[in-house]
């Protein structure tokens, strides 16, 4: 049996957000526009999975308090969750930490530290290793309880409490994402061409090692769900 996951898109229906994570999880995935209201009715879910967003989690919206809420209650019920970018920020809003404002966005592909070696989720990723991030908000303060995964120079990238983790980058970006994502900042001219350089072979080579962490990801989650079943191998995850 394939596992099951909820993927909570908070993207606003960007189009490239629900088609980078089909092909990252391997996994038959139930997905809702928590934008527009949509939430699982139960948590007969093995896992969770909660996408990015434009939005910030401090907003005073009603998708917004329903979603924290819904994760919230879905980690007391024992679903591993796994929150990028946004909901990063959102999980460690619904377990109690605390996010604020930056100064400046972070943009780019970005090196970042790992800092607890024996977390499943980081498994056999690079250290340093290389990610695409687009954030203007950050985790000031962790969940009581969580653990500390990896940083940079900007702050908390990953983080882990019980069988719930975020991670602040975007493992899930291919190249039209990033490209995409950066041409729609409104930043100067020059800043925009600087990430856009830094959109090549390279630094995106070192990006496809971080998608590991979906792979590890979904092994803890076979390994709670007792499926034991192995993940095919697909040919185009890179």
């Known amino acids: 049996m394939p596992l099951r996951i909820a993927l909570l898109d908070a993207s606003h229906g960007t189009a490239h957000t629900r088609r980078n994570f089909r092909r990252e999880l391997d996994a038959a ?8 209201g949509e939430l699982p009715a ?7 999975v909660v996408t990015g967003s434009r939005s910030s989690v401090y907003w005073d919206e009603p ?3 329903g979603l924290v809420d819904w994760v919230a209650r879905a980690a007391d019920c024992g679903r591993p969750v796994l929150g990028v970018c946004y909901g990063h920020q959102a999980l460690a809003e619904a377990l109690g930490g605390r996010i604020e404002a930056m100064d400046d966005i972070e943009l780019g592909y970005r090196e970042v530290r790992r ?7 980081l498994d ?3 250290d340093p290793f290389v990610a695409f991030e687009t954030h203007s908000d950050r985790v000031a303060e962790l969940p009581p309880g969580a653990t500390l995964l990896a ?6 990238q990953a983080f882990r409490r019980g069988d719930c983790w975020g991670v602040q980058f975007h493992p899930e970006y291919d190249r039209g994402s990033a490209e995409r994502v950066t041409k729609g900042k ?4 020059g800043r925009i061409r600087g990430v856009l ?7 995106y080579a070192a990006a496809c090692r971080t998608k590991r962490l979906f792979d590890n990801f979904t092994d803890y989650v076979r390994k709670v769900a007792g499926t034991g079943a192995s993940p095919p191998q697909s040919a185009d995850r890179f």
Do not use: C, H, M, Q
């Not at 948590?43 to 969770?48: I, N, R, T």
């Open 63 to 65: 998708w917004i308090d």
């Open 197 to 203: 350089d830094g959109i090549d072979a390279d630094n």
């Open 186 to 189: 409104d930043l100067s001219e």
């Open 42 to 48: 139960d948590f007969e879910y093995d896992a969770v």
């Open 124 to 126: 056999g990723l690079d």
């Open 151 to 156: 940083e940079n120079e900007r702050g908390v």
């Open 29 to 36: 995935l139930a997905e809702f526009d928590v934008t527009d």
């Open 115 to 121: 800092v607890d070696d024996g977390d499943p989720l």
